[in-house]
């Protein structure tokens, strides 16, 4: 272990470097600036998965992992995996005739269906017929439930509008595309008010009338990349670190965005061209053979994931489609946010989960001391399983022990002010050197040590703890589509309710309470007509068959950063 530090600390070079010539098998506070405002460069349009941008970026990666002297660990020999992921929906073409008349100015929402029907108007959503959806105010959560009863009552078809008194109270017509994501099971199209309110009147007076719907809504695909290298151990399918980060971001804004209705480039800086400059700077000393010299080393893997914004997409695909043996990998150290370490401290969440960690952090906090740096590892005490979601909860639900460095949400987080020029090189480049001094440690720890250990608390959610409030407990799997709909679930958090009622990976959620779950945005609007101490049923399709089991809300434990 001696000479593993001495090693690294002479690969240490915290704050002055010569220009980048080749391999520098050193970490420096001007390659990682170097890094991340290439990456966070405004040219990359926020590096949302499956973009031209992000493609951009993964090849940026691959080249750094290839300059530093990494193996290809992708699938085909190469540096990348390849998976789909969805594309932001987009409205196609649509038409709407009214007693064979078209009516202009239509538009439709990213909830509808695709398709087309033909049936009378009425105001109340009745079986066989157009819906005539009135929507006031701007919220999308009250007018996704409108057209979901509308189509539970067996109507083919909603139309959606203002009525014309609304104009006077300052609210405009035109009902944005995004005002309901998710989906319906009817196509939907918007109208202008004035239109509506004559539709209206027609139906009041005890007129039949006979409306065509024509609904489009594109829903494209893309491919995104992971890129992954490997240092290689000095034994030939031996035990494997995961290393990680992603790289992706939010693009131009969107669902995710804490900027709502601003269309800007999201550049994410610190989320998470931090991490993934931390990373390719972990790569290339790693691939020079410094930080470690002597039989047993573990092979380490540097794997820079896309699509974690859309859901841990990336990571989730890895461990399901492993490059290498999903067995010899015995711990995950993730990456996601590390630029800006406030009051000289980096959170390290997920601690708990093999007893091999605390020690190897301990070692990690008397090294930096010893090396002259004052930044501090802020181990969360007691439970805590994953401090969040991000890339290390794929890795839990395999069953594999995962770290989680973090240096905390501001005020630019999902935001387009997250630019490359706020962070803290210098704290990144002590961030290194503490996670460089870690997986040296870990090649070394004993096997049964980074045995997976349950946690006993919340992990968060995937993405389940950026929405507060009502704990159920399950982690979706976003890159399931069920066939006919619902919450497909990659498992549930420890000690929620819903590990409590019986869920597991794969279940398919249908029903809350009765209230049909087509998808996510119909799990959260549930939810939020629920407190704590109710008992609801769980309706959910297991291997083909239907189950239905009592919940009871509990509070959610309180231990957070």
């Known amino acids: 272990m001696r000479r593993c530090l001495l090693l690294l600390l002479a690969a240490w070079a915290p704050a002055c470097a010569a220009p980048r010539t080749g391999v520098n098998p050193q970490v420096t506070v001007e390659e990682l600036q170097a890094h991340v405002a290439w990456l966070a460069d405004d040219a990359r349009e926020g590096r949302r998965a499956g973009s031209a941008g992000e493609q951009a970026a993964a090849e940026y990666v691959a080249r750094e992992f290839a300059r530093a002297g990494l193996q290809p660990a992708g699938d085909a020999g190469g540096w990348f995996q390849e998976f789909e992921v969805a594309l932001e929906p987009q409205p196609g073409k649509c038409s709407l005739t009214v007693d064979g008349r078209p009516v202009a ?8 269906a695709t398709g087309r029907a033909s049936a009378p108007l009425s105001e109340q959503p ?18 996704r439930n409108s057209l979901r009863a509308a189509a539970e009552a067996g109507a083919v078809a909603a139309l959606v509008g203002r009525h014309p008194r609304e104009l006077a109270q300052g609210a405009g017509w035109q009902i944005p595309f995004a005002s309901a994501p998710g989906s319906v099971e009817i196509p939907v199209l918007t109208l202008a008010p004035q239109d509506f309110a004559l539709l209206q009147e027609s139906c009041a007076a005890g007129k039949t009338v006979q409306a065509a719907v024509v609904a489009e809504v594109l829903r494209p695909t893309a491919v995104a990349r992971n890129v992954l290298g490997l240092a290689p151990g000095t034994s030939a399918g031996g035990d494997v670190l995961v290393v990680g980060a992603h790289f992706d971001h939010l693009g131009w804004g969107g669902a995710d965005s804490l900027a709502p209705g601003e269309r800007a480039i999201h550049n994410g800086a610190d989320d998470n061209a931090s991490g993934t400059a931390v990373l390719m700077e972990l790569a290339e000393l790693w691939a020079s053979g410094a930080p470690l010299a002597g039989a047993g080393e573990r ?3 540097f794997a820079a994931w896309s699509a974690e914004e859309m859901g841990l997409l990336g990571s989730a695909h890895w461990v399901k489609n492993p490059t290498v043996e999903i067995g010899r990998v015995r711990a995950n150290v993730n990456l996601d946010m590390v630029g800006r370490v406030a009051n000289g401290a980096v959170t390290v969440g997920a601690a708990e989960t093999a007893a091999g960690f605390r020690p190897a952090l301990e070692g990690t906090q008397r090294n930096l001391l010893g090396a002259g740096l004052s930044l501090q590892l802020a181990v969360v005490e007691g439970p805590l399983p994953g401090g969040g979601g991000s890339d290390h909860m794929s890795f839990h639900q395999a069953g594999i022990p995962a770290l989680f460095f973090f240096s905390g949400l501001h005020a630019d987080y999902h935001k387009p002010g997250d630019d490359a020029e706020k962070l803290d090189y210098a ?7 503490a996670v460089s001094d870690l997986i040296a440690q870990l090649q070394l720890a004993d096997a049964g040590s980074l045995a997976y250990v349950a946690p006993t608390a919340p992990a968060g ?8 409030g009502l704990w159920f407990g399950s982690i979706p799997d976003y890159a399931a589509a069920p066939e006919g709909g619902g919450l497909q679930i990659a498992g549930t958090s420890p000690g929620s309710p819903a590990e409590k009622a ?12 009765g209230i049909v779950i087509g998808d996510i945005y119909d799990y959260m609007d549930a939810l939020a007509g629920f407190k704590e101490g109710d008992t609801i049923s769980v309706t959910f399709l297991r291997a083909g068959q239907s189950l239905t089991v009592p919940l009871t809300f509990i509070p959610r434990p309180t231990s957070e950063f």
């Open 502 to 513: 019986g869920l597991q990976a794969g279940d398919v959620i249908r029903k809350l309470d």
């Open 461 to 468: 959610g995937a993405r389940e703890g950026r929405r507060p």
């Open 105 to 112: 100015g239509i538009g439709t929402l990213a909830c509808s």
């Open 299 to 301: 092979s380490v893997l």
């Open 126 to 143: 009745a079986r066989g017929q157009v819906a005539l959806v009135l929507h006031s105010g701007s919220d999308g959560t009250a007018l």
């Open 427 to 433: 704290r990144m480049a002590e961030v290194a050197f």
